[in-house]
């Protein structure tokens, strides 16, 4: 079709990656959360639906051994990956150059646990990346917050965890996660993944998440969030009570509530980040 980039026709397959690993002598962890994709065709499906073009210098936390960072490459300005195994950070720039020379120059690889980033340079537009299951959400929510100049992006996530980042209030499995990136962005599901396309194969589903940035509300960060872990620590309680200690006392609570416009007999769960961030302010 005409306008589209042609596939890339150097990405890794599943016998690549098993040589790549046993090269290394690496057994995949659970404790990092290492399950590599082996299906090039997934890796060309996340390229395309995180709409990555050649003006993004793109951020990816746990490249691996390199799957989605090829795809990545073959499209972007430039990549950012951040990996905090030393053995998978040493081997990845020989790998680009092995399968892609043309594209190494592109390539920067930083050792660094991503829960610890507080910059990237050069400054990214856009974060795509294949998340460890045990740490998606700090780090996305890290990311959102010390990265400002991050426009969109795409993440792979446990299923489970797609559906808690994607869900409008009032939904049961809205929560913490789902306010708190909806302060950043405008958060989509965007796909499901089987497990068939990664080694090892994990136990569960993956899915898909799509961001917006959108301006955040005028509230303080700190102070809002400090009212959704409050409200959501005692979830099934009416927030008259979930938030007695927050505000000092259950009438405290109350008097703050009504001044927000806010039912105290209401639970967080029906709650916006909006309301989130007028409780917070009164």
Same mark, same amino acid.
């Given at each position: 079709?005409?306008?589209?980039?042609?596939?890339?026709?150097?990405?890794l397959?599943?016998?690549d990656?098993?040589r790549?690993? *046993?090269?290394l002598?690496l057994?995949?962890? @659970?404790?990092l959360g290492?399950?590599?994709?082996?299906?090039?065709?997934?890796?060309?499906?996340?390229?395309r639906t995180?709409g990555? =073009?050649p003006d993004?210098?793109?951020?990816?936390?746990?490249?691996?051994l %390199?799957?989605?960072?090829? =795809?990545?490459?073959?499209?972007?300005?430039?990549?950012? /990956?951040i990996?905090?195994d030393?053995?998978?950070?040493g081997?990845?720039p020989?790998?680009?150059?092995?399968?892609?020379?043309?594209?190494?120059h @592109?390539?920067?690889? $930083?050792?660094?646990?991503a829960l610890?980033l507080?910059?990237?340079?050069? *400054?990214?537009?856009?974060?795509v990346a294949?998340?460890?299951?045990?740490?998606?959400?700090p780090?996305?929510?890290?990311?959102?917050e @010390?990265l400002?100049?991050?426009?969109?992006g795409?993440?792979?996530?446990?299923?489970?965890?797609?559906?808690?980042l994607a869900?409008?209030?009032?939904?049961k499995t809205?929560?913490?996660p789902?306010v708190?990136?909806?302060?950043? *962005?405008? $958060?989509? @599901?965007?796909g499901?993944i089987?497990?068939?396309?990664?080694?090892p194969?994990p136990?569960?589903?993956?899915?898909?998440?799509a961001?917006?940035r959108?301006?955040?509300?005028a /509230?303080d960060?700190e102070?809002?969030?400090?009212?959704i872990d409050?409200?959501? /620590?005692?979830?099934?309680?009416?927030?008259?009570?979930?938030?007695a200690?927050?505000? %000092?006392?259950?009438p405290? /609570?109350e008097?703050?509530?009504r001044?927000?416009?806010?039912?105290?007999?209401?639970? =967080?769960?029906?709650l916006?980040?909006?309301?989130?961030a007028?409780? *917070?302010a009164?």
């Amino acid at each position: 079709m005409a306008g589209l980039r042609p596939v890339p026709l150097n990405l890794l397959t599943a016998p690549d990656i098993r040589r790549l690993a *046993a090269g290394l002598e690496l057994r995949p962890t @659970k404790q990092l959360g290492q399950n590599f994709v082996i299906d090039p065709n997934t890796v060309r499906r996340l390229v395309r639906t995180a709409g990555v =073009g050649p003006d993004d210098v793109v951020v990816e936390v746990g490249p691996g051994l %390199g799957s989605l960072t090829l =795809g990545l490459l073959e499209v972007a300005k430039h990549v950012v /990956a951040i990996e905090i195994d030393a053995r998978l950070a040493g081997l990845l720039p020989s790998t680009v150059a092995e399968q892609a020379p043309e594209l190494s120059h @592109k390539l920067d690889v $930083v050792l660094q646990d991503a829960l610890l980033l507080d910059t990237v340079t050069p *400054a990214p537009t856009a974060f795509v990346a294949n998340l460890p299951y045990n740490v998606a959400v700090p780090v996305l929510l890290r990311l959102l917050e @010390k990265l400002p100049t991050l426009e969109r992006g795409l993440v792979m996530v446990q299923a489970e965890v797609a559906d808690r980042l994607a869900a409008p209030p009032g939904s049961k499995t809205y929560g913490i996660p789902s306010v708190k990136a909806a302060w950043y *962005a405008d $958060v989509s @599901k965007a796909g499901a993944i089987g497990r068939q396309v990664f080694w090892p194969a994990p136990n569960v589903d993956s899915g898909l998440v799509a961001f917006t940035r959108r301006e955040p509300p005028a /509230a303080d960060r700190e102070k809002t969030f400090e009212v959704i872990d409050a409200a959501f /620590a005692q979830r099934r309680k009416t927030l008259r009570a979930a938030l007695a200690g927050w505000a %000092g006392s259950a009438p405290a /609570a109350e008097e703050r509530l009504r001044a927000a416009g806010i039912d105290p007999t209401a639970r =967080g769960e029906v709650l916006g980040v909006e309301d989130f961030a007028r409780l *917070a302010a009164t």
